[in-house]
């Protein structure tokens, strides 16, 4: 079964301070893994994109990884910003089959100043 | 601005009947999509079309209808069958039908009265 699964389900830290959120996906044929960050009551907005061949990934204070010999990947955040508080969604697309996009049920991040 | 609006922001159900939120375009994409996203769930493909004139049904069709008659517009239909409605509602767009980045709406949050 394809499936998408993130943690922690939702996470507290400090401003300034750096974290780090897990997907793990169970997704073939495997296309790319995308990451997203959602405000409350918005809609996603693309942060990075990982293909088969990549490891490691940065979008600013954003780094992604990917293994896809474990079927993992994961985004760090440095230095964190009130403004990063949202939800993070993991998202694996696959290379053919109805349904392309495979959504993890997120990560909810709250920074506290 | 290039993007995909969504209107209403807000919208309210009485039972029995059916209402429509709008889902409009201007990237010239092929693809768009309807997704539910309620608390703790990842996002649900209700209905998704890859070109004018042609939708197919996702994992959760029932209670819901969509038309494509124009390439930029994707109107969704709640039906008084949906017997929970409640939920944000995502329009999205790619621009086929493959693997790539999605582009979201800001979203519609459906209320029951």
């Known amino acids: 079964k394809n499936q998408v699964e993130q943690s922690p389900q939702s996470l507290i830290i400090l401003e300034g301070k750096n974290c780090t959120l897990q997907c793990n996906y169970t997704v073939s044929p495997f296309s790319n893994l995308r990451w997203y960050k959602q405000d409350t009551g918005r809609g996603p907005v693309s942060l990075t994109i990982?293909?088969?061949?990549?490891n490691t990934k940065s979008n600013g204070r954003y780094t992604a990884t990917l293994d896809a010999d474990t079927k993992q990947s994961s985004l760090h955040i440095t230095a964190s910003q009130l403004s990063d508080s949202a939800s993070y969604i993991c998202?694996?697309?696959?290379?053919?089959?109805?349904?392309?996009?495979?959504f993890g049920t997120g990560t909810r991040l709250k920074v506290l100043a | 601005d290039g993007g995909i609006t969504q209107s209403p922001k807000y919208l309210f159900r009485k039972e029995g009947q059916n209402v429509t939120l709008s889902c409009e375009q201007n990237?010239?994409?092929?693809?768009m999509y309807w997704y539910r996203q309620d608390p703790g769930q990842g996002l649900r493909l209700i209905y998704y079309s890859q070109i004018v004139n042609d939708f197919q049904k996702g994992d959760i069709a029932e209670g819901y209808s969509v038309s494509r008659e124009k390439k930029e517009s994707f109107p969704l239909t709640v039906t008084s069958a949906q017997k929970n409605p409640t939920a944000f509602y995502l329009c999205?767009?790619?621009?086929?039908?493959?693997?790539?980045?999605?582009?979201f709406g800001s979203g519609t949050q459906l209320s029951v009265l």
């Open positions: 990982m293909t088969f061949s990549e």
């Open positions: 990237l010239n994409h092929d693809a």
């Open positions: 999205a767009s790619s621009i086929g039908g493959g693997s790539e980045k999605l582009f």
């Open positions: 998202v694996v697309s696959r290379r053919r089959g109805t349904y392309k996009y495979i």
